[in-house]
């Protein structure tokens, strides 16, 4: 077969694209069924939580600034070895962040790891995370934006209850500090309700119960295809989005329907879409609620756009993978047990 190809450059094609092939099955094994669920431990003022930035560039002054807000709730701080890593756009090697998440949670000093900000990264360092070390040891991890493929990941792969909540790089107010001293602290199953002051829109009436998991859309497509994503029967799913124009929601969307992910899913809500545009100048364009009533109403299950959960100063704390019950009509999330232990 191989005196058919005219010259190296096409051998190594093809031998690119064979090697490709046989890595596929592995990789394909997509919409795990997570072991049974594990709940992290609660914090309690005097523990030691972990900084890590498995993403974006952080620099010493933002540590700083997030080391005194966590002081401030009572907690001790350790900081990754390679938290202020830099390489390019990313904080560090990949091999150096993913070190930081599987020291972070071999540590028994730490109790809770909190992630420094998104921007773009922990896609790659997902293969490199020591997943059997991680449910051996589960504790609470939180972030959200591209930090959203990581705390899928570990809920997926080890079955532990992570958490939709502020980075470091996040606004730190009333709001949200007490969401996360209330569900990491106290262990409260919550009533998520949004302020009179942001509105939420019903796309289709009811109330359904199932297990919460979701986060970035763009990061959730991102990861379709992969082996990190959960099995998503009667899950009640949850997006939020930033700067990115309606016809990429409209496309991400139309990934998730291609993929057979909104076909199983019991509820659906989409937080706050927060500077997404119609398009530049006067370019024709279907609204965001168009684009969600096309893709969500047809399915008959109940959703609702608006919840405070995204790229917003004021935003809830979310565990993934806790049972929920959602009232589309009232657009609240219920928590029906605790997230902790």
Known sequence: MLKDLPNRRQFLKFFGFTLLATQLPAAAQNNLSPPSILKPPRLKVGDTVGLIS????????????????????????????????????????????????????????????????????????LPLLDYELIRRNPKIIMGFSDVTSLIL???????????????????????????VRQILFDGEAMLFRNLLST???????????????????????????????????????????????????????????????????AGFIFGQCTKCTAGEDNEPSLTLQEVLLEHIQPLGIPAWYGSMIGHIPDKFTLPLGVEVEIDADLGVIRMLESAVV
């Open 54 to 125: 498995p993403a974006g560039v952080v620099d010493k002054k933002t540590v700083d600034e997030f080391t005194k807000i966590l002081l401030e709730l009572g907690l001790k701080v350790k900081l990754g070895n390679h938290i202020l890593d830099r390489y390019g756009y990313l904080a560090g090697k990949d091999i150096a962040r993913a070190a930081d998440i599987n020291a972070m949670f071999a540590d028994t000093s730490v109790a809770g790891i909190f992630t420094m900000a998104g921007g773009w990264g922990c896609n790659r360092i």
């Open 199 to 265: 509105s939420v829109e019903t796309i289709t009436s009811g109330k359904v119960r199932g297990r919460l998991v979701g986060g970035n859309l763009s990061l959730v497509t991102a990861l379709v295809g992969s082996g990190y994503l959960p099995n998503w029967d009667k899950m009640i799913l949850f997006v939020e989005e930033v700067r990115e124009d309606v016809y990429r929601v409209d496309r991400m969307l139309t990934q998730l329907k291609l993929a057979g992910i909104l076909d199983k899913i």
């Open 153 to 179: 990941a570990i809920y997926a792969r080890c079955g532990i209850i992570t958490f939709h909540g502020p980075l470091a790089t996040s606004t730190w107010n009333q709001f949200s500090v007490e969401y």
